[in-house]
């Protein structure tokens, strides 16, 4: 079964500066997705990125960005010109090609200080 | 934009009873999903549905669970004979394709 671990319960960033959130994960399988979800104090998950596994390119959108490292299978978030909004749970998600579960990681809390 | 919704918000119930929670996925999404985070815990997947029967379920989504889509577009899943553990928060998500679930805001469920 795959696993994903966040080892960071607990982050805190300045606004304006940049942040990176880690995630690692295990499997036996080659094609897989990732995915970073953003869970703000109002409790909705939200999609912030996803990386295709057969993609060596990095995804990125807007400030977020993706390290992607297949072999270390390691899947961290950097968040780029942080925002006071961008305080919120951040979740790492697995899914595998095979199937259309999530499973996910425990989750790293966000702050960012004014 | 379109959302996913749930009701209700906290629904509190007594030991042994069943509850029933509600979801309304967007509306041109096929498939839909269950998840629960219990306090303190991870997102867990319950079940995964698509075509009007259930697609994939985790060792969690037993006896006591079910789904149902009794209409267009409703999609609920009924715990029956509650217990003290199945307190938390359930989530629904509903996506077009396998890319991506979108996550309605939950529904707290205590067990008493």
């Known amino acids: 079964a795959q696993t994903v671990t966040q080892s960071q319960p607990e982050m805190s960033v300045q606004e304006a500066e940049t942040v990176t959130l880690s995630c690692t994960y295990d499997t036996s399988e080659s094609d897989y997705y990732l995915f970073w979800y953003k869970q703000p104090p109002s409790r909705q ?4 990125i996803r990386q295709e596994a057969y993609k060596q390119q990095n995804a990125t959108e807007n400030r977020f960005s993706v390290n992607f490292q297949k072999a270390a299978k390691s899947f961290s978030l950097k968040i780029s010109d942080s925002q006071l909004g961008d305080a919120a749970m951040y979740f790492c998600a697995y899914r595998s090609n095979a199937g259309n579960m999530l499973t996910f990681g425990g989750g790293t809390r966000l702050m960012v200080k004014p | 934009e379109p959302e996913v919704t749930q009701t209700p918000s906290h629904q509190v119930t007594q030991m042994g009873q069943e509850v029933i929670l509600r979801c309304v996925p967007i509306s041109n999404h096929l498939y839909f999903y269950w998840y629960r985070q219990i306090l303190g815990q991870k997102v867990e997947f ?8 259930i697609s994939e379920k985790s060792e ?7 789904v149902e889509r ?13 217990k003290l553990e199945d307190s938390a928060m359930y989530f629904c998500a509903s996506g077009q394709g396998y890319n991506e679930q979108f996550f309605g805001p939950g529904t707290r469920l205590t067990v008493l």
Do not use: A, C, H, W
Not at chain 2, 60 to 66: A, K, L, Y
Not at chain 2, 70 to 82: C, H, M
């Open chain 2, 60 to 66: 969690i989504f037993d006896d006591q669970f079910s």
């Open chain 1, 45 to 48: 998950m939200i999609l912030v």
């Open chain 2, 70 to 82: 009794p209409d267009g577009s409703n999609f609920t899943l009924k715990i029956r004979s509650t």
């Open chain 2, 46 to 53: 319950l079940v995964s549905f698509y075509n009007n029967e």
